[in-house]
């Protein structure tokens, strides 16, 4: 599975984006899938997950009620909506995808998103 995230810019804290990561080369319905981000200086952190049907979503604390992960299956696309963003939301955030949770086996080249104060 080929992934590509598109999405990222600059926004102002409060603000809202939506990353979307689209696939390619196999069907990404049969795969859960997820986001991942990477601030300056810091560890790659997880941010959340979404089942293969959709119907189940994990976030990370930092980001519950303000993150929003969905799929739509026809498009072979995952999104991640992001709302009231916070300087240290500013990331590279990274579409992961794999057959079952905790086996990222395919991942995007990321998306920056900067979050001015």
């Known amino acids: 599975v080929q992934l590509q995230a598109s999405g990222g810019g600059l926004v102002q804290a409060g603000g809202s984006l939506r990353l979307s990561c689209a696939a390619s080369g196999r069907t990404l319905s049969n795969y859960v899938a997820g986001w991942f981000r990477q601030a300056p200086g810091k560890e790659r952190e997880f941010v959340g997950r979404i089942s293969t049907s959709g119907g189940s979503t994990y976030y990370t604390d930092s980001v519950k009620g303000r993150f929003t992960i969905s799929r739509d299956n026809a498009k072979n696309t995952v999104y991640l909506q992001m709302s009231s963003l916070k300087p240290e939301d500013t990331a590279v955030y990274y579409c992961?995808?794999?057959?079952?949770?905790?086996?990222?086996?395919?991942w995007g080249q990321g998306t920056l998103v900067t979050v001015s104060s």
């Open positions: 992961v995808a794999g057959p079952y949770v905790g086996r990222w086996s395919y």
